[in-house]
Every structure is written in structure tokens, then in C-alpha cells.
């Protein structure tokens, strides 16, 4: 891209590819990313041809010289997708419904990809984890579930967090047709202002979410209130009956993810250098946690 887009700016990061495979009778859609110079295919049907896939979302790539792949997939994809010349980052499990697990494999196109963007912070990060230092007490936080009328806060509120986004979240229309569609918000209010916000975005087939467009301003960090707003928003979560949410946290920066670490989310793998937040590529820690213990973790086979 000439230009990397603001939060504010509502052009698109990306297009929507078509892949055809023998062993399918419709394509399988992917994603052109180029915002974050990627390829990327979700949740793909597990009858699908690992290897035919894994090949077919290279010479995408290599034909868009993009320097990146990125799949989430049925996790008896990943043998195929690893013939093909992918490799395992990371293993959701029970991310399917709560029983199957998800496998994230990536490739790169160049050495440079391939290495985190930031390894020291990156490993100072991951030896506080390891410390697991307790939170500091705060006083109890009520937030509020966004309706419409709140989508013009929280876009600003995400407009001036983050300089460049993967979504357009800083255009008031798109948080108010997410809200409209069901994607819970939550928020926290200081009178009249939205000062933190989060989200839990639904993967409707997969009876998941990811919980993510976390914003806090600068004068009220530190009192506690993403924790508080995640804890509602995995309360919505459950409610709709989804047994397992997960996270992408920015892997160098500390407070996401002890954030996640304390509401007992488990941390899976790092993707090196996967997305764009902000100026650069980030490499991004994958967490999930259980959110009903009553549904079984056996797996089973996801439906084609």
C-alpha cells in the first residue's frame, strides 16, 4: 500500500480472493491482506485437501508478491498444510464449537518476515508472564453493553489510540453496523465520555470470539477497567451459549497480555510478524480460554 489507512479511513485493507480445489465443489474464499502483506485463509471446511491448499495459498502469494500466509484451520488440515511447506505457529483447542481444535500455520516469502520484529521485547515480555506478578487491586468497574447510539464515541476513542488499524473502527458506521449485526461492544464511562472499550467479534460457525478493539484513554489506564470490560464481555459470551473465546495480543507489549494471563486465558504460540498495528508489523501472542466447563473437549470431526 502507498498510504497505510487510519482507523478513521474507510478504505479497504483488503480483497476477497477465490481459490478453486479439486476436492470441492465451490471455492474456498481467502483474503488478499495487503494492508498487513498477507494472505490469509479462516476456517476453511475440514474436507478440503490440506496440500492442495497450503500450495494454492503460496502461489497467491508469490503471484501478489506477498511476503506472508496465514491459515486457521480444522486441525486435521495441518498435516497437508505442513507437506505443503506451512508450519505450525500455534494450536487453539476446542476452538471450534468447543471440540475441535484450530491449528494457525504460516509461511514466509522472506528471510526478514520470518523473524520477530521484536525479539527483546518480545522476551521481556514473555519472562513477566512467567513471573505472573498479581494484579493490583482496583475498585469494582460497572460497564455498559454498547447500543448505536455509542458508535460515534467508540470510534473516536479507537481513532485516537491507534495510528493505523486492520479495520476501518475509527468510522462511527462501521462500529454502529457491527452493533446492529449482534458483535457485542463494551464500554466504560467517565460522565459522559467513553474512556475504554472492547469487543468481542463472533466467529458464528466456529461458536467463538475474538475479543479484541481494546482502547483505553491515556488519563484512566491503570484503574482496571479492560479487565472489567473483558470479564462482561466473556459473560456476554457465555450467554449466547459460545463455549471458548480467544485473543491476539501485540506479543511485546505487556499490559493485553497480562491482562488476558490474569482472566485465565492460556497462551498458545506466537505469530511472527503477522499483522499491522500502528506502524509496523507485529508479532501477535495467541490466548483462549474455556468459558463453559460443561462442554466436553473431545475432539470431534467440523462438518464440511
Known amino acids: 500500500m502507498d498510504a497505510l489507512p487510519s482507523p478513521s479511513d474507510p478504505s479497504p485493507r483488503g480483497e476477497t480472493l477465490s481459490i478453486d480445489l479439486p476436492s470441492l465443489p465451490a471455492p474456498v474464499r481467502v483474503q488478499d491482506d495487503f494492508y498487513s502483506d498477507r494472505v490469509r485463509c479462516d476456517h476453511p471446511p475440514a474436507s478440503v485437501d490440506g496440500e492442495a491448499l497450503g ?56 528471510a526478514e518476515r520470518a523473524a520477530l520484529a521484536c525479539p527483546d521485547a518480545v522476551a521481556d515480555v514473555q519472562r513477566l508472564l512467567a513471573d505472573a506478578p498479581p494484579a493490583r487491586a482496583h475498585a469494582p ?36 453496523s457491527a452493533i446492529e449485526e449482534g458483535v457485542p461492544f463494551r ?68 499490559g493485553m497480555n497480562l491482562a488476558f494471563q490474569r482472566l485465565g486465558f492460556d497462551l498458545h504460540g506466537t505469530m511472527v510478524q503477522s499483522c499491522r498495528i500502528g506502524g509496523g508489523l507485529e508479532d501477535m501472542n495467541i490466548w483462549s480460554r474455556r468459558l463453559d466447563a460443561s462442554v466436553a473437549a473431545a475432539p470431534t470431526s467440523l462438518a464440511g
Open 55 to 110: 500450495e494454492a495459498l503460496i502461489d497467491a502469494a508469490a503471484a501478489r508478491d506477498r511476503s506472508r500466509v496465514v491459515v486457521l484451520a480444522p486441525a486435521a488440515l495441518g498435516p497437508g498444510l505442513e507437506a505443503a511447506g506451512l508450519s505450525e505457529e500455534a494450536r487453539i483447542p476446542g476452538f471450534y464449537a468447543g471440540h475441535t481444535d484450530c491449528v494457525v500455520h504460516g509461511w514466509f516469502g522472506e
Open 141 to 176: 468497574t460497572a460497564t455498559t453493553r454498547a447500543g448505536v447510539d455509542d458508535a460515534p464515541a467508540i470510534a473516536e476513542l479507537i481513532a485516537g489510540t491507534f495510528e493505523h488499524y486492520p479495520t476501518p473502527s475509527g468510522v462511527p458506521d462501521y462500529i454502529a
Open 187 to 254: 464500554l466504560v464511562r467517565d460522565g459522559e465520555a467513553v474512556v475504554a472499550c472492547a469487543s468481542a467479534d463472533l466467529v458464528g460457525a466456529a461458536r467463538t470470539a475474538e475479543l479484541t478493539d481494546c482502547a483505553t484513554r491515556p488519563s484512566h489506564r491503570g484503574r482496571g477497567y479492560m479487565q472489567a470490560i473483558l470479564s462482561d464481555l466473556m459473560d456476554d459470551l457465555r450467554d449466547l451459549g459460545y463455549p471458548t473465546a480467544f485473543t491476539l495480543a501485540r506479543a511485546r507489549v505487556p
